[in-house]
Structures are given as structure tokens and as C-alpha cells.
């Protein structure tokens, strides 16, 4: 199918920005990477009125470590995470998840800001954010607001951007000394949204879980902090029958949807599993 006629504006500022999104409201959509908006103009899933390339505004793009932790630009290409030693410096979260977002050429085009903006449930990026305890920076008309990423994710394809906001920039805090992060996701093929996926971290002392965070996606309408199941490890050895009473717990706080991919009970059973390997490796990695 071809798309339904849309104008087209490639503004070169922020401030261009918002004046086309002032104009078009809910009409106009910005197109980042184009990996998700294109297919959905071309499937008439969506007919803007308008898109709103921001491709040429600029400093967008760039990755830098601060004081504060690192800053992504919200046009960084998903493959320049991959690439990037800051990412793997100071996220190693993050370079851990990238290579299974989708496949190289999507990864090549596909960006930070518009992984996030979409909130795809199943996807990588929201995830790692919720885990990290990310701030997504949304930029309008005359200034700025920071947004936790815990209450960015609102439901499926859903945020907290209010009309005429965009993602400019995610804040990734520096991460306290001692923590682990582990990432791992099962989907049919490598490449393929997941079907359930964990980012987790956690600090480990002496052997005991004292501190974790585990962060689900493709189990429910958001990524998912799975905080009954961290109750269930905190203070404690990661033995067989703590991760089985963690398992017990997640199964108590995860209420997956099933679809043509996998049903509620397969995809309950997929985040039993990853939570026991990626726990399991996470207190056996060396510190
Ligand atoms: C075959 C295939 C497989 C894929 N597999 C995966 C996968 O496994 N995991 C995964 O996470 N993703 C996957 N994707 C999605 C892809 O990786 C992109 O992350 C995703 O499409 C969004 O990024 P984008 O830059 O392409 O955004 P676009 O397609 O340009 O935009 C997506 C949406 O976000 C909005 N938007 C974009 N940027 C901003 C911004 N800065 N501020 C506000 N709104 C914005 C747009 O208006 C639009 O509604 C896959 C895509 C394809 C085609």
C-alpha cells in the first residue's frame, strides 16, 4: 500500500519544531528513524495530516558522559548505542539489550527518542530505562520537563508527553558502585519483538542479593517492575528455593495478555525462566 498524502516539513530548530506541532496538533507526527511511522503511513494505520522531520535539528544526536550520568540525544541511532564506548562504560545495560532490537539496517535508522516515544510494550529500550532509573527530558514551546521513565510508560503505545512535547534527551544516572546489570529475552527468531524479556540489576554482597531490580517487558501493557519478586531476593542468597518463592511472587504481579505470538501461560512461564537465569548469573558473575 502507499501512504495517504501528508505535507511534509523538515524543520531545522526546536523552536520550528513546536510552532509545526502548535500548528498541526493532533495532525502533525514526528518522524525520528521512520522504522515504526513509516510502515504505519504505509498500512494507513496512521494519516497525519503532516510530518514533522526532525532529523535536521541539531545537537540531538550526540552521546556525552556528565557529572550526572549519560546523556542521550534523542536522535541517536540505535546502532550508534551499539557502537559506543560511553554505552558500555557507563550503561552496560543498555549495550547489553541494543543488539536485540530488531536487525542491523533498523538498528542503523531506528533512534533513542523514538524507541521510547512509541512505548511498543515488547520493546527493548523502555525497559532498560525503567531499570536504570532514566529521566526522559521532554522538550515544548519555551522550555522543558524531566520525566521519570517509571511514569513515562503509560500503556500500550501510550506516554506521558503532552501535546506539543517531544523527547529530546535521556538522562541515564551514574550508577552506584557494586551494581550488576544482567539482560537477556526469549522471541521466536533473533530479531523479533520479544516475547518476554528481563533488564535487571542487582547488588550483591557477600553472596546476598542486597539490593535488585528486575524490569519485564512483553508480559504486559508497560515494562513492568516486578517488585513483589524483588521483595522475595532482598537480603537473601539466591539459593533454589528463594529464586522458586520469587518465581511464586512474579507470577502474582505478571498478568501477560496472550496474542497469535504466545499465550498468558507460555509467556508466564518465559519470565519464570529468564528470571532464574538472569538472577542465577547476575550472583554468580565475578564483582
Ligand atoms: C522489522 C522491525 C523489527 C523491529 N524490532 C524491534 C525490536 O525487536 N525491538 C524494538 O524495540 N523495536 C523494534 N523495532 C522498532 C524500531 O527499532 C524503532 O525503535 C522504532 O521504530 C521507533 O524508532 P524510530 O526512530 O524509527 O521512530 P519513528 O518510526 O520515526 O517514530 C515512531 C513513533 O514515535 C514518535 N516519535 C519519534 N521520535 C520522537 C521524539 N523524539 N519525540 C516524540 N515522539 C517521537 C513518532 O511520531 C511515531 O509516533 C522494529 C522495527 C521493524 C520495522
Known amino acids: 500500500m502507499k501512504p495517504a498524502p501528508f505535507e511534509y516539513h523538515r524543520p531545522s530548530s526546536l523552536a520550528e519544531t513546536f510552532d509545526l506541532l502548535e500548528r498541526y496538533g493532533d495532525d502533525g507526527r514526528i ?3 521512520g522504522q515504526s511511522l513509516v510502515p504505519a503511513l504505509n498500512m494507513r494505520l496512521a494519516t497525519p495530516r503532516a510530518v514533522i522531520d526532525i532529523n535536521r535539528v541539531p545537537d540531538l544526536d550526540a552521546i556525552r558522559a556528565t557529572a550526572d550520568g549519560l546523556v542521550i540525544g534523542a536522535l541517536v541511532r540505535q546502532g550508534a548505542l551499539e557502537r559506543s564506548p560511553l554505552v558500555r562504560e557507563h550503561a552496560p545495560l543498555i549495550a547489553a539489550a541494543v543488539p536485540h532490537v530488531g536487525h542491523p539496517a533498523i538498528r542503523a ?18 525497559a532498560c530505562a525503567v531499570a536504570l532509573g532514566a529521566t526522559i527530558r521532554a522538550g515544548r514551546r519555551g522550555g522543558h520537563r524531566e520525566i521519570a521513565a517509571d511514569d513515562f510508560f503509560r500503556g500500550i503505545y501510550t506516554t506521558a508527553l503532552a501535546p506539543g512535547e517531544i523527547v529530546t534527551e535521556i538522562l541515564m ?24 524479556g528481563l533488564a535487571a540489576g542487582a547488588r550483591i554482597a557477600a553472596g546476598v542479593v542486597a539490593e535488585v531490580r528486575l524490569v519485564f517487558f512483553g508480559v ?10 524483588e521483595a522475595a531476593l532482598a537480603g537473601r542468597r539466591a539459593d533454589a528455593e528463594t529464586l522458586a518463592a520469587a518465581a511464586r511472587a512474579l507470577d502474582g504481579e505478571l498478568d501477560p495478555a496472550g496474542d497469535v505470538h504466545g499465550s498468558p501461560a507460555l509467556r508466564r512461564h518465559l519470565a519464570r525462566v529468564l528470571l532464574a537465569r538472569v538472577v542465577g548469573r547476575l550472583v554468580e558473575a565475578r564483582a
Not at 537477556?184 to 520479544?194: K, N, Q, T, V, Y
Request: hydrophobic content about 45%; glycine content about 14%; cysteine-free.
Open 31 to 33: 518522524l525520528a528513524g
Open 109 to 126: 535508522r531506528g533512534t533513542v527518542g523514538g524507541s521510547l516515544a512509541l512505548a511498543d510494550p515488547a520493546a527493548e529500550l523502555p
Open 173 to 196: 544516572p551514574r550508577q552506584a558502585a557494586g551494581w550488576r546489570w544482567g539482560f537477556e529475552e526469549l522471541a521466536r527468531r533473533h530479531g523479533d519483538f520479544a516475547l518476554a
Open 220 to 229: 504486559g501493557t508497560r515494562p513492568v517492575r516486578a517488585r513483589r519478586a
